[in-house]
């Protein structure tokens, strides 16, 4: 099993800033690996797929990067409307296994 | 665009068995994707349960493996999830996904008697 570990645990920051959130993997794996905004009270919004591709309509603040262990999400100037909690997602094909990390809450002050 | 819709039962007894459908708008189940459905327990994180894809193939969660089954009804461009011997551990908000996305709102499911 791949265990994704997600840092910081909690993020307090203000508009116009920048985030960077944190997701490591135990082992190496493919880049499959997505990255989720979940506000309160709502569903999962996938932000970047395939570690570093956009999805359609995210802004252009929302970039992502990384491969192997280690991947990062950067909110290159937050807004108000990005307080969520965040998740990184893995899919490794053998054995095939889906596993989320422990997700980084974003505050914006 | 694509679109999908959690219904079932809110409550669910103690070892009796959890079913919920997702019904999908926009898009086809036979299109070729993984129809996912992932759980989340009140004030927890995010958990895959399982996958299906309409050839047929199916992958879960070891955890949950044993007492899992979803499936597919193309007929009605739905699929479904089947959860067995239920506990209050299995209390959870359940969403259903085409792959990576987009997900449905999600649906909560209590286990109590």
């Known amino acids: 099993e791949v265990v994704l570990t997600q840092s910081p645990a909690t993020l307090s920051l203000s508009p116009g800033e920048r985030a960077t959130l944190s997701c490591r993997a135990s082992q190496s794996f493919n880049n499959y690996l997505a990255w989720y905004q979940q506000k309160a009270g709502q569903a999962p919004r996938l932000l970047i797929y395939?570690?570093?591709n956009r999805a359609t309509g995210i802004p252009v603040r929302f970039s992502a990067s990384g491969s192997g262990t280690d991947f990062t999400l950067t909110i290159s100037s937050l807004e108000p409307e990005d307080s969520a909690v965040y998740y990184c997602?893995?899919?490794?094909?053998?054995?095939?296994?889906?596993?989320f990390g422990g997700g980084t809450k974003l505050e914006i002050k | 665009q694509v679109q999908l819709q959690e219904s079932g039962p809110g409550l669910v007894k103690p070892s009796g068995t959890l079913s919920l459908t997702c019904t999908v708008s926009?898009?086809?189940?036979?299109?070729?994707?993984?129809w996912t459905w992932v759980r989340q327990p009140p004030g927890k994180g995010l958990e895959w349960i399982g996958e299906?894809?309409?050839?047929?193939?199916?992958n879960y969660n070891p955890s949950v493996k044993s007492r899992v089954l979803i499936s597919i009804d193309k007929s009605k461009n739905q699929f479904s999830l089947m959860l067995t011997s239920v506990t209050a551990a299995d209390t959870a908000v359940y969403y259903c996904?085409?792959?990576?996305?987009?997900w449905g709102q999600g649906t909560l499911v209590t286990v109590s008697s």
């Open positions: 996904a085409r792959g990576v996305g987009p």
């Open positions: 395939d570690a570093s």
């Open positions: 997602q893995q899919r490794s094909n053998w054995p095939l296994w889906v596993t």
């Open positions: 299906m894809h309409h050839s047929g193939s199916t």
């Open positions: 926009g898009g086809s189940v036979t299109s070729n994707k993984w």
